[in-house]
């Protein structure tokens, strides 16, 4: 059942050994034995360098078995090369042209030639210290033992009884470690961990400042909520509320250290955001969407119609938010993370149900426990206005993993405070094994399910370059996974490094091709089979001995820019052979008339014959095309097509009449212009005319 989640026998030989040392810890713990008492008489230095060196291991693990080597999903790769980017020292950085071959998901293009991930700069900055030293993998793991210990110094600032904060705390640790949501986000290279540590470490300041009035305390409090800020901004608004609601007793001179250590993550926010979207004050997400989704206006945070983007979460909104997303939907949005999110503090939520009844006790009795589970409700509260689920997986309700730590040291406490009869290393030793079984039941077929989407393993793999004895050159690569992970935006030689670009098999391939000078180049494919790494020559642009460019529509996603009208890339089939080439299009939606812009290379100067290709589809509206570009003699050109509306019983291809004009060579723009119906662009062509 959906609502139970997934259940089963352990589902692998991994699972299998995981549930069996839990089953031992249980039943050797009833039977009378301490198995945790080696952990519980170790000195305090030695219990946290074991138990980070233990999550770190775990953390490896995870990325070998469940991850497969490498990152998997889009925001992951994306943070992969933003990280590359920084550790070059730059936010954006210069794509040459055609700008097509670098351009794709989840990268913002600012024309003329700069290029910049979407994501808030925090988690980047630190992910590039790994590629500075040669192993990000390093990040993750520091990320695993640092969560360890963040954890262990909260608990002991929320524990209420002092004889019993140094057996919370370690259970707290203990709870970490063995928390599979937290082992996914330090093994995958996403911001929640990231920002976790920055929440946990900042409300075990916050409380401590609190106690001691350390100006230390307040400066760290503050520096860490801005660090969250610019890692995950919406984060920030909970632990800011509750450090404010922890020093609310403290002096004014106290705040006026808290206050001001928070403005320089927010300072770095606002520079990050300039450098991609041109203003400090423009979120590079909402300004990513603004130009490659729709409806116009489709991200963004709160309630109304027209939330919800079509082409990244199309069957999501179609699904849940066709009215909209009111409260109605935002509820159903925030039951489902939180269905999730049961499952991501210990594994398995049946473990939660049996620890419920204590944490509310110990809650109503402690205000420092409430105070902790006042962010939790926050966190909750401070997404519920967002309309993407978020959720998959493996990695569980994700928005919430931020404060994943804060619940793990307020379980702690109410354990270690709550049925004293029992001793607090029995009943830590039950609890951990009673997660360890949950994983091995329950949280391992959501990390199988992890491991076998999008093809299994991740879309790029280095050692593969590393068989094949390749470093320099020109290497295709077929995905936006795959091209994250290779693209190294300050490798622009082929001849002293490798220049990664991507597959489009079409014009903008043997362009990038030639103006490199003809180096050795690859293609690297990846499929539903095995990925492929082979020797790619883009073919010379030719027809029949004739020289024609012929450049993809669908492959200039996401456009350059969007004004009342949305484009997406689509399947299409059409009513003739090579109708539409390679079986796409760029369709362009619109409700109220609108344009989307495209660019368009013009591989040389001189005069060029343009011939446009548009798949006419049945109940198409009429499409206008409207060239721009440059002449020889600098004067601006500017040519227009017109389709009328398609009448046909099939869907067809219709060759525009070609347009000749002389040009400079660059990259020109294309308008497509619709009225009120969807309308879609196949190809365009440039020929040299006679005489040139």
């Known amino acids: 059942m959906i609502l139970l989640g997934r259940w089963g026998l352990p589902p692998d030989d991994v699972a299998w050994g995981i549930f069996a040392l839990g089953a031992f ?53 994306t943070y992969v090369l933003q990280a590359k980017a920084l550790a070059h020292g730059h936010i954006s950085w210069h794509v040459p042209w055609p700008s097509a071959s670098f351009r794709g998901r989840f990268l913002l293009f600012r024309e003329p030639d700069q290029l910049a991930g979407i994501f808030p700069p925090g988690w980047p900055l630190l992910l590039s210290l790994g590629f500075i030293v040669g192993s990000p993998m390093l990040v993750g793991i520091a990320l695993s033992a640092a969560l360890v210990i963040a954890t262990y110094a909260l608990t002991l600032e929320l524990a209420p009884d002092r004889t019993k904060a140094e057996g919370a705390a370690r259970l707290a640790a203990s709870l970490s470690v063995v928390c599979a949501a937290l082992r996914y986000q330090t093994a995958d290279p996403m911001s929640h961990a990231a920002s976790a540590l920055g929440v946990t470490i900042a409300l075990a300041c916050a409380l401590r400042a609190a106690r001691t009035g350390s100006t230390r305390d307040f400066v760290a409090t503050g520096a860490c909520i801005g660090y969250v800020a610019c890692t995950r901004p919406v984060s920030a608004i909970p632990i800011f509320v509750v450090a404010l609601v922890a020093l609310r007793t403290t002096s004014l001179r106290s705040l006026g250290a808290f206050l001001p250590a928070i403005v320089p993550g927010i300072v770095f926010l606002l520079l990050a955001q300039r450098a991609a979207t041109g203003s400090a004050f423009t979120s590079t997400q909402q300004a990513y969407y603004a130009i490659s989704d729709g409806p116009p206006g489709c991200f963004r945070y709160g309630f109304g ?20 997303y009111g409260l109605v939907a935002a509820l159903g949005t925030t039951i489902r993370r939180l269905h999730t999110h049961l499952s991501d503090a210990v594994d398995a939520w049946p473990v939660l149900v049996l620890l419920a009844p204590l944490c509310v006790v110990a809650a109503r009795r402690e205000s420092r426990l409430r105070l902790a589970w006042g962010l939790v409700a926050l966190q909750v509260v401070v997404y519920a206005p967002f309309y993407f689920d978020g959720d998959y997986p493996g990695a569980g309700a994700r928005f919430f993993a931020d404060v994943l730590s804060v619940e793990h040291a307020a379980i702690a406490v109410s354990v270690a405070t709550l049925l004293p009869r029992i001793p607090l290393p029995k009943k830590s030793a039950i609890l951990v094994g009673l997660i360890v079984v949950g994983f091995g039941l329950h949280g391992a077929h959501d990390a199988l399910a992890l491991a076998d989407r999008d093809g299994g393993r991740p879309m790029f793999e280095p050692e593969r370059l590393q068989d094949a004895h390749l470093e320099s050159g020109l290497l295709f690569i077929n995905t936006d996974h795959g091209f994250d992970l290779a693209h190294d935006p300050f490798v622009t030689d082929a001849k002293h490094g490798l220049v990664v670009a991507r597959l489009h098999a079409d014009g903008h391939d043997r362009l990038l091709y030639d103006r490199l000078g003809h180096p050795p180049s690859w293609a690297y494919r990846f499929g539903d089979n095995e990925p492929t790494l082979q020797p790619y020559t883009p073919p010379a642009a030719e027809v029949a001995g004739r020289e024609v460019w012929r450049f993809e529509s669908e492959v200039d996603w996401p456009p350059l820019a969007q004004h009342g009208a949305w484009a997406e890339p689509i399947w299409a089939t059409g009513s003739r052979q090579n109708c539409p080439s390679g079986g796409q299009a760029l369709a362009v939606h619109s409700s109220n008339g609108g344009e989307v812009t495209i660019a368009l290379p013009i591989p ?44 046909a019983l099939h869907p067809t291809c219709v060759e525009l009449t070609a347009q000749t004009v002389d040009l400079e060579e660059g990259e020109a723009t294309i308008e497509i212009h619709v009225s009120s119906a969807s309308a879609a662009l196949d190809r365009i062509e440039l020929t040299p005319f006679a005489g040139h």
Do not use: K, N
Not at 30 to 46: C, N, Q, T, Y
Not at 629 to 638: E, F, T
């Open 25 to 77: 810890c249980i039943l050797a713990t009833l039977s009378g034995r301490d198995v945790l008492e080696g952990m519980w008489r170790a000195s305090r230095a030695r219990f946290l360098a074991g138990a980070g060196l233990i999550a770190a291991f775990l953390t490896l693990g995870y990325a070998a078995h469940y991850l497969r080597g490498g990152p998997r999903i889009i925001d992951a790769t």
């Open 604 to 647: 040389r100067r001189g005069g060029w014959s343009i011939r446009p290709t548009v798949l006419a589809d049945v109940g198409d509206g009429p499409i206008d095309l409207r060239f721009h570009g440059s002449a020889v003699d600098g004067a601006r050109v500017d040519v227009q097509w017109a389709s009328p509306a398609q009448h």
């Open 305 to 324: 119609d027209g939330i919800g983007c079509l082409h990244e979460h199309g069957d999501f909104v179609r699904s849940r938010l066709a009215h909209g």
